[in-house]
């Protein structure tokens, strides 16, 4: 199946994208286009206009603000895979292990976040990361990761608001993360996940589970205990009762998995 008729504009600037979402009903951003694509041909999808900002340079920044990482929207998975980022280096593990290369090519940061499937990688990483999405719009906002994502497929961004940039805090020398996923295969979609990111500089103690919901789900008191009394507070059924607490509706197959994704993820923490 080929995708319907749609307009398609390629935006020399971003105030000429935000002036097309805001005069256009049913237009769709195309940045990398690894999702949007595949939907289009299949139709899930119709938009009346494409705005294509693959090219934009306001979206390709990546700049050191002291304590952060501010990273465009348009900035690709391979790009942060081939990059070594100080206080970033969870970026670039996260960024290679998304799919395949080819993929990784064409694929951005932030339609990642803008797409929000529950299975993808960065929602759950940099929830667990602490991140910040920067809007622009009407009225220029900023969000953290974890409230930005609202749903399988639903975000908070409004249809005449793009994701400008995200502002990822870096890990000092003391900071330690994990990120696991489970996959049928190497490069699919991960069953479960899970990230979890601990930094005694900075009091930074946080683990997220994804893919088995909407949203990537947090485990505080999991996260405290660990940051407290270390590996020994991340034993099977500490993982599992703070699974239990945090997510009561999983099946005895999600909860295994989510469980496995948790320690496993934590198993890298406290790697030498």
């Known amino acids: ?35 949007l694509g595949p939907m289009l041909n299949l139709r899930l999808v119709r938009p009346a206009l494409l705005v294509d900002v693959s090219r934009l340079e306001a979206l390709q920044r990546l ?67 602490g991140a910040s999405v920067n809007i622009r719009g009407p009225t220029p906002r900023s969000m953290l990761v974890e409230r930005f994502i609202e749903g399988a497929f639903t975000t908070a961004l409004a249809a005449n608001e793009i994701i400008e940039t995200i502002d990822v805090p870096k890990l000092s020398r003391a900071g330690r993360y994990g990120f696991y996923k ?27 589970v994804g893919s088995l919901r909407g949203v990537p789900r947090p485990l505080p008191s999991l996260a405290q205990e660990v940051a407290k009394h270390g590996q020994s507070a991340a034993a099977t059924d500490a993982v599992t009762q703070a699974l239990t607490q945090a997510i009561g509706d999983l099946d005895a197959v999600e909860r295994a998995m989510a469980a496995a994704a948790v320690t496993r993820a934590l198993m890298r923490v406290f790697a030498p």
């Open 1 to 35: 199946m080929k995708a319907a008729r749609f307009d398609y504009i390629r935006a020399g600037h971003l105030a000429e994208a935000l002036a097309a979402l805001a005069n256009t009903d049913g237009a769709k951003l195309l940045a990398g286009g690894q999702s």
């Open 63 to 129: 700049e050191d603000m002291g304590r952060a990482w501010r990273i465009g929207a348009g900035v690709t998975h391979a790009r942060l895979e081939d990059l070594r980022l100080p206080g970033g280096e969870m970026l670039c593990e996260v960024a290679a292990a998304i799919a395949y290369r080819s993929v990784r090519n064409r694929g951005t940061i932030g339609g990642s976040l803008a797409h929000a499937d529950p299975a993808a990688d960065w929602p759950v990483a940099l929830a667990a990361l």
């Open 182 to 208: 489970f996959c049928r295969k190497t490069g699919e979609f991960a069953e479960a996940s899970a990230a979890a990111v601990f930094d005694p500089e900075s009091g930074v103690a946080r683990i997220f």
